[in-house]
């Protein structure tokens, strides 16, 4: 897997995406206002206005070759505007009801409080887990109410959720990239890419100093086995990171974190110089590593290796 693959290239809408989005909004009885920063602004029949985020999906449709753009912005259309799409199935009212299709997402912490369950993720400050069930077609977050009044404690829920997504995880799931074989990359576009990160120390038999692992999108997870001997590759973990995030569909973050079995997650912060790059790690890091770092302090008081 080359690097250049990781960064799908950031532009504004193409002229064909253009075209193929006011097509499906004719189609669907709507007419073209204006475009707007992320998407687009269509008048109803009635006049009233409305709007379409469509930063995803220009970003699905920037990895698929030209001949199924329009197929693809039609498909999206129908979806956002629920057109020929199936009701959505009924979410378990129990445990034992769904234990079997509970899985696990991440994403970055929710802007505002909502009716999903939802959990930090431990030793970060800028992500959350959820629970969702697994349907064939479509993928559903369960409701606060389902978990926190259900007669299974919530940590039943979590550790069966984290069971079923490592169960689910493809034997060759993590492929060598080609620029830097031992940063490895998890894209198995079964959209449990990232939520894989919860499970990797599991699913990889990581000893005590486990990973670095940064999750740039949804469908894309990048790692780097934790070890003296790697240290002048851990910077790309982070290069890779950047390069995809923000690019790639359904973004969460470009931060790297340390990964250690025991659901122990700590962030590893970078920065890179015109010539050169600045690791800070946690003390706990360069005591694991037995490393020498310098005497530079950063604002936030890490110190740099």
């Given at each position: ?19 193929a989005a006011v ?197 894309l997870l990048l ?83």
């Amino acid at each position: 897997m080359a690097t250049d693959d990781l960064a799908p290239p950031a532009k504004p809408y193409t002229l064909p995406f253009r075209a193929a989005a006011v097509r499906e909004l004719e189609g669907l009885g709507l007419a073209l206002s204006q475009w707007r920063d992320g998407g687009v602004e269509f008048a109803e029949g009635d006049g009233s206005l409305g709007f379409l985020d469509l930063a995803n999906c220009f970003r699905e449709a920037s990895l698929h070759p030209d001949a199924e753009l329009g197929e693809f912005v039609k498909a999206y259309f129908r979806m956002a505007f629920q057109v020929d799409q199936p009701t959505q199935p009924e979410l378990p009212k129990t445990f034992d009801d769904g234990a079997d299709r509970i899985r696990l997402r991440i994403a970055p912490n929710p802007t505002e409080e909502g009716t999903q369950w939802v959990q930090p993720v431990p030793g970060t400050e800028s992500l959350s887990f959820h629970i969702v069930f697994d349907f064939p077609t479509l993928v559903a977050y369960l409701p606060k109410a389902l978990i926190e009044q259900s007669n299974t404690p919530k940590e039943d829920w979590i550790r069966r959720a984290k069971l079923n997504l490592l169960e689910t995880t493809p034997a060759d799931w993590l492929k060598p990239t080609d620029d830097v074989p031992a940063i490895l990359a998890g894209q198995s576009g079964d959209s449990y890419d990232a939520a894989r990160a919860l499970v990797l120390t599991d699913y990889t038999n990581s000893d005590e100093l486990g990973w670095l692992v940064a999750i740039p999108a949804r469908d894309l997870l990048l790692c780097r086995k934790v070890e003296q001997a790697g240290i002048s590759e851990f910077h790309f973990v982070k290069l890779f990171a950047q390069q995809a995030y923000g690019k790639y569909p359904h973004p969460i973050s470009d931060e790297v974190f340390w990964v250690r079995p025991g659901f122990h997650w700590m962030p590893i912060p970078m920065t890179f110089g015109e010539e050169s790059v600045q690791i800070f790690p946690p003390p706990e890091f360069v005591e694991a590593l037995n490393l020498t770092v310098s005497a530079e302090t950063p604002p936030d008081g890490d110190t740099s290796a």
